[in-house]
Structure formats: C-alpha cells, structure tokens
C-alpha cells in the first residue's frame, strides 16, 4: 500500500522559514520523482516544485531562490525548505508521486504565514 505523509506545517511570520517532509512508503522510494503542490483558499492546487530520482530539481518561479527540494533515500522522505516566507505561500501543501501508472497524494499539511 502506497501512502505519502506530509508534516512541519504551521504558522509562521512573514520572512520566516519552515521544512516540509514528505515520508513515503509502500514505494522503491528512489526510483520515483516526488512532487510539491499547493492549495490556496478559493484556489486550484498548483505546481510548486519536483525532484527526479537523479536529484534534478524544479520549482515555479514564484518560489525560486527561496525554496529548495531535496530528498534522503535512505528515510524515504523528501524536503521542502522554505525560506523569506511571504503570506502568498499560505496554503495546503501536498506531496505526490507517481506509482505502477497511479498518483499518489498525501493528506497535506498546512502553511500559514502571516504579514
């Protein structure tokens, strides 16, 4: 059974910086890309950044320079370390991958920054 579980949200003041995880199982973790997207209120859930199991990395332009994915395959777990955190990055973070040509969430874990 795939499961993805995404923690380290909270609350947060503008500027300030937090990691995400996102701890996969059920996967070989390091033959898949893992994926970071966010949901705003009132929103569609978009595209915030992605690395593939070589490590390359992506990210949308409104979080480059301030966010930065990694991932450690020997905890099955990726990162999202955000930083100058701005109160535009409130939203539901989730995590995704791909698996035997099925997607996978996690549950999401909440982002609040406040100005």
């Known amino acids: 059974q795939v499961q993805l579980v995404e923690s380290g949200g909270g609350l947060v003041q503008a500027g300030g910086s937090l990691r995400l995880s996102c701890a996969a199982s059920?996967?070989?973790?390091?033959?898949?890309?893992i994926l970071w997207y966010r949901q705003a209120p009132g929103k569609p859930r978009e595209f915030v950044a992605a690395?593939?199991?070589?490590?390359?990395?992506s990210y949308v332009d409104s979080v480059k320079g301030r966010f930065t994915i990694s991932r450690d395959n020997a905890k099955n777990t990726v990162y999202l370390q955000m930083n100058s955190l701005k109160p535009e990055d409130t939203a539901v973070y989730y995590c995704r991958t791909s698996y035997l040509s099925r997607e996978y969430w996690g549950q999401g874990t909440q982002v609040t920054v406040s100005s």
């Open positions: 059920g996967i070989t973790f390091s033959d898949n890309a």
């Open positions: 690395i593939t199991t070589y490590g390359t990395r």
